[in-house]
């Protein structure tokens, strides 16, 4: 779809009603995208290596989904992790930075050396 095309058609929808009004975005290069549920969507390229496109391929067959869907799920997932990898590793500094428990060198070394319980 063009943009002067999906510009009409969105005059057409948001005219219709205002619920069809958050239906479409634009990007910074003014192009037309579908919102879904989670919000707007958008198209970026990648470059992955040929065993990983199979990898891909298998999943989304297997689910019957797209590879684009299980991509976008992939992706969610890895961002998710990270941004909460992250958010603890800032927590952990700003305790430090006010003083948080800490364990002495002394004290970790004694607990390297110390004798191993048997039934663990």
């Not at 879904?36 to 970026?44: A, E, F, Q, V």
């Not at 952990?92 to 060198?105: L, W």
């Amino acid at each position: 779809m063009d943009r002067q095309a999906a510009s009409i058609l969105f005059a057409k929808v948001a005219r219709t009603s205002e619920l069809f009004c958050n239906m479409f975005c634009e990007d910074k290069h003014r192009q037309i995208y579908w919102i879904s549920k989670r919000g707007c969507l958008m198209r970026i390229s990648l470059n992955i290596d040929d065993q990983l496109v199979g990898r891909l391929d298998r999943i989304a067959k297997s689910m019957k989904r797209s590879r684009s869907f299980v991509a976008a799920e992939a992706i969610s997932h890895y961002v998710d992790y990270q941004d909460s990898y992250i958010s603890s590793v800032v927590a952990a500094i700003a305790e430090a930075d006010n003083g948080g428990p800490f364990v002495s060198h002394k004290e970790v070394v004694a607990m390297l050396d110390a004798p191993r319980d048997a039934t663990t």
